[in-house]
């Protein structure tokens, strides 16, 4: 790292085959998130399919809501570093455990800023397949910034129609019931029904299914029985967005296209965000002491990490 120009500052997260560091660049002139992930610890399947994969999509992409990153680089002890930008506001599933439920307003400016990512990635034959409220970060603006893209991929097709996919990947509690059917599946949908999952989080900061018993939450998820609760107060137009989001039936789940015309999402550039100065102290396990973090959150130019590797 050090030849490279990056001076090591802290850890920020660690996972089982590697951890992600924050790090000066002098080059960048900023802190960055380094992922650097230990080839040794990984397994061989994560090292042939998954990691080139992975490298070679962050790569190209290039969109104000996906984090961004700036170098890859492999040293001679056989560790792969993967630079991105620094989140100081941490990610979506910490906020929620630290302040609760995201305010309406917010949870829809976030989910905008979410649905132009993804479709951003979709129009790209890209899809993520993990997406959760732990690889949502937040920057110092508050805007959401997609990370960890360990298990996406690029489409293909054959005779004009998308190959659809047999892996199964991500987290049970935010994949689509076709995915825990083991059916083959379109991702660009999947991805639909995670986001979904995410959106009923930020507003409800809890889960749509108990995810304890897989085979319950999955008949619950096919009959379509999605539970609101009273508290916190949602929209009608919000459940109902979420119910057509979550919709067991591909053929009937809607799409991000017309996720960006609903009239909930419509309605945000009319609603005040008055919410974003108290969300600007949510801590973050990736942060470090508050007092570091209050000095970084003013450093010009500073954005989102990476989550700590899973694999």
Known sequence: MESRGYAFKRNLGEGMSGKVVCAYSARLRRRVAIKVIDKKKANTNYLENF????????????????????????????????????CVKGDVLNYIDTKGAFPENSSCRLFSQLCDAIQYLHDSNVAHRDLKCENLLLDTEFSLKVCDFGFSKRLTYADGRMVLSKTFCGTPSYAAPEIMRSFPYNPKVSDVWSMGVVLYMMLYASMPFDATNVKRMLRIQIQHNIHFSDTPA??????????????????????????????????????????????????????????????????????????????
């Not at 984090?67 to 001679?76: G, H, I, M, R, Y």
């Open 51 to 86: 990691l080139p994969r992975e490298i070679e999509i962050i790569r190209s992409l290039d969109h104000p809501n996906i984090a961004k990153t700036f170098d890859v680089f492999e040293s001679l002890t056989s560790k792969v570093y993967i630079v991105m930008e620094l």
């Open 234 to 311: 949602v929209s009608s137009e919000a459940k109902e967005l979420i119910r057509s989001i979550l919709h067991p039936n591909v053929e009937k789940r809607i799409t991000i296209s017309k996720i960006l015309q609903c009239a909930w999402i419509l309605q945000e550039g009319r609603m005040e965000d008055s919410d974003e100065e108290h969300t600007s102290n949510a801590g973050s396990g990736q942060e470090g002491p508050p007092d570091e973090k209050a000095k970084e959150s003013s450093d010009p130019g500073e954005g989102p990490s990476a989550a700590a590797p899973r694999h």
